[in-house]
């Protein structure tokens, strides 16, 4: 029904003005807007923090040299007159990932020459530590790379979500310069009947029909229409501007088709089934994932440190530097080493404090989840009573138009008067003002109902 009344009140733009749609409008508002260039590279930035927080698997590589000497008569202690020693050392470590443990490779050479008496002297060892309690498997090791991940999940949702809102807000304004073009066209025919009106009073006057008071009443009603036109006018261009500038067009090419009558389809939802897996509740999950994984981290850093340690090195000494590779000594060493402190304890805090800030969690997604059903249930009845409301407007409509047929017609046959004639036109002009003004509050409420339920920008 709506498609075919509404063909009666449509106004159609110029043929000489290629009109934006709504989907071109978008489709140029993503690629032109420096709005979606951020998101893109907010995302960017959060793949590098997710990048970042894995070098800690990197090898380390370590290098010292030292020279020294030592020389004196005086204390009688010291064995020797003259010590020149000069030693380097380098040496390799890296964390293992998935275990905790740490793996450390270390050479070390030192010469001393001692009253003209040389030894070089030259170490190679190997040392892993695994820890058995806390830290077990790398688990606190990994607490960043694993909220790393989380942030850029959480980021991505967040991403999608002020997306959607951006987008909402400016079809938003897209329909409202739909409604303004047409407002602008109804408010300068309401302007001309005015005129029309005025012009008919101003000849009843000299005709001495009407006295001057009923003269000055139209001639308020044509400034008043006047008015409207110019204030509907100035809205128009100043929205027209604001919408070219950010698609990055010319002003006069900011003409928008939009079917303001245009019954749309949705996707109803079952608000209690959506809210558990929309985009609002995702955020809540991922940050409670994120305070569930520190609590693990907090819990596990309240045990004891209980670390097995186990080495090889293998050493020899020559005066000749090379030599001092050969002929080599061994050794091994296995231990578990223990340590827990004692007394309160910043990680007992952290776990405390991590506890509460999830229950704080789960109470505000609770709230949001109520609220958001409450949100999508109003916006489901205010879809149904508008789309009620512009079918209701548009019968109003069409008996308005009926009756300036009938006006035209018994005016065209001489029974009768103009003026009833522009009466009945105005007021199915402001039927028609009436009418695209209950339609653009539909179409906006479906903007708004799509962007709640995660349809509008996927």
Known sequence: MWNRIACVFCLFLSTNVIAITAEEFSDKLMQTHPFFLQLSLSENISLIDQKAALTYTDWNIKMGANESFTAGDDISSRLYNDLYTTSYELSASRKIPNSGANLNLKHSWNRNDKDSTVLNTNIFSVDYVKPLLQNKDGLNDRLTVDVADIDLLAKQVNLLEQAESFLALNLTKLVDLALKQELEKLYMFQLELSKQQLDLAEEKLLNSLIDKSSFLQEKDIYVKANQQWLQSSRE????????????????????????????????????????????????????????????????????????????????????????????????????????????????SLDVERAEISIAQLDAQRLETEIDLKQQINYLLAQIDLLAELVDISLEQGELANERVIEEKTKYDDARGQKSLLITAQKNANLARLSNVQAAASYQKIIIDYQAVTDQLFN
């Open 236 to 347: 128009l261009n100043i929205l027209r501007q604001e919408l070219a500038s950010l698609i990055n067009i010319k002003e006069s090419e900011m003409i928008v088709e939009f079917d303001l009558f245009k019954e749309q389809y949705i996707v109803r939802v079952e608000p209690a089934v959506f809210v558990k897996n929309s985009r609002s509740m995702q955020k809540y999950d991922y940050d409670k994932s994120k305070l569930q994984r520190q609590l693990e981290t907090y819990e596990n850093k309240t045990m004891p440190s209980v670390n097995l340690n186990m080495g090889i090195a293998s050493q020899a000494e020559d005066d000749k530097y090379f030599s001092s590779f050969g002929n080599r000594d061994y050794s091994w060493n296995i231990g578990i080493d223990v340590s827990y402190p004692l007394g309160v304890r910043k990680e």
